[in-house]
């Protein structure tokens, strides 16, 4: 089974309609993220999360709300989507790592969710 | 602020040839660096990372790839491509940046490989 899983896989909607994508991870981390990929632009972060309490914006936050339900759950909103938004989406995971170095984290990738908003 | 570029938007190989995939990077501090794979209707799987242990990097599947620090760079090479191999590859920066001290990862834009026969 895989570690980080997104549902739906697939999604498509109409402008102005709310909608939400949903993200489970059984890798026991504490930080999960929220990343959009559109076509030539790399991934960039929209939200993360490093426990049940603490949610942070990331550089492309506006029109998007997120919930962290339960270390193993983070989901991302869309409360009035809008046809720029239709992309790729990506939940990711890492681990608060002790151990490791600054900037070492690893981070670890659902297998996406692709929006389109009519 | 850090940046990442790929040079190649598309790389087309021959089977069992090598692959070279460029990537530059800037950073303030001394960053990590890591490369991904995306094949179709997949999510992203690492390749290998950089972490200053050592500035030759071996990966999954033949990859790897040389931190040079003097030239910024962090080409991703295998000496012999196979059909498998075809995918989007992205190197990433990874960088102090977020609020409450996790890694802030910058992404290149991709790099296309095809593979042919």
């Known amino acids: 089974d895989a570690d980080v899983t997104q549902t739906p896989r697939n999604r498509i909607t109409k402008t102005g309609k709310r909608i939400m994508l949903e993200c489970s991870q059984t890798?026991?981390?504490?930080?999960m993220y929220w990343y959009r990929q559109d076509p030539g632009l790399g991934l960039r972060l929209i939200y993360y999360?490093?426990?049940?309490?603490?949610?942070n914006k990331g550089e492309i936050s506006d029109g998007y709300s997120v919930s962290r339900q339960a270390q193993a759950k983070f989901s991302l909103s869309l409360e009035s989507a809008i046809p720029n938004q239709t992309a790729l989406y990506f939940c990711?995971?890492?681990?608060?790592?002790?151990?490791?170095?600054?900037?070492?984290?690893?981070?670890?990738f659902g297998p996406g969710t692709r929006l389109l908003v009519l | 602020a850090q940046s990442v570029t790929q040079l190649d938007s598309h790389v087309s190989v021959s089977e069992g040839t090598p692959v070279l995939l460029r990537c530059n990077y800037s950073s303030s501090y001394s960053p990590s660096l890591f490369w991904y794979v995306q094949h179709p209707n997949k999510g992203l799987q690492l390749l290998l990372k950089y972490t200053s242990a050592a500035t030759l990097v071996k990966g999954i599947n033949g990859f790897e790839a040389e931190f040079k620090k003097s030239e910024t760079s962090f080409h991703l090479t295998k000496p012999s491509a196979h059909m498998s191999d075809a995918a989007e590859y992205f190197c990433v920066v990874s960088d102090r940046g977020l609020t409450g001290g996790g890694n802030k990862l910058t992404f290149g834009t991709g790099t296309q490989l095809k593979v042919e026969l």
């Open positions: 999360s490093f426990d049940v309490k603490d949610i």
């Open positions: 890798k026991g981390h504490d930080r």
């Open positions: 990711a995971t890492s681990d608060r790592d002790g151990t490791s170095g600054l900037f070492q984290e690893t981070q670890y």
